[in-house]
């Protein structure tokens, strides 16, 4: 995944002073670069059993979509908190730069399915906790997590072994 690596672009003080966000827009206009990456996660999680991918808002939507489509099982978005019409669950957690609420749709997993979460970027590991919280509330069993980007200096992935041993990354900073 070096192609992907050389893609990712890195923008300083991005949300805020001190942080450098690593921006998969460059990736996205990459057709082909983005098909090997589909075709990377479809290898990794075909045959392994899980009912449903959940894509956190909303970069994880990108690729945890497509993913779903290859292996053809539902897909289930992760948003924040007001954008979903239907009734929902809540999780409130901190970021490293502030706090957020996610929801999920209260019918969108059925109880023991097993759940892939899928999110571009790991950075603390807070988002996809909170995913993961959402998911066991509705009943629903976590596989694992997939991400494109881990910053493993953050240690998030620490975080997320409460919920499954299985944290994955395509390219690690």
Known sequence: MEK??????????FPKPGIVFKDITPVLGDAALCRDITLSL????????????????SRGFLFGMLLAYELNIPFVPIRKSGKLPFRTLQHSYDLEYGSATMEVHEDA???????????????????AAAAAHLVKLLKGKIY?????????????????KEFS?????LVKY
């Open 109 to 127: 997993i059925l109880e023991d399915w097993n759940v892939l979460i899928h999110d571009d970027l790991l950075a603390t590991g807070g988002t």
């Open 4 to 13: 992907l690596r050389a893609k990712i672009r890195d923008v300083e003080d």
């Open 144 to 160: 694992g997590f997939s991400f494109l980007i881990d910053l493993t200096y953050l240690e998030g992935g620490t975080q997320l």
């Open 42 to 57: 479809v290898n990794r999680y075909k045959n392994k059993g899980i009912d449903a991918i959940v894509g956190v808002e």
């Open 165 to 169: 041993d299985r944290v994955e990354s």
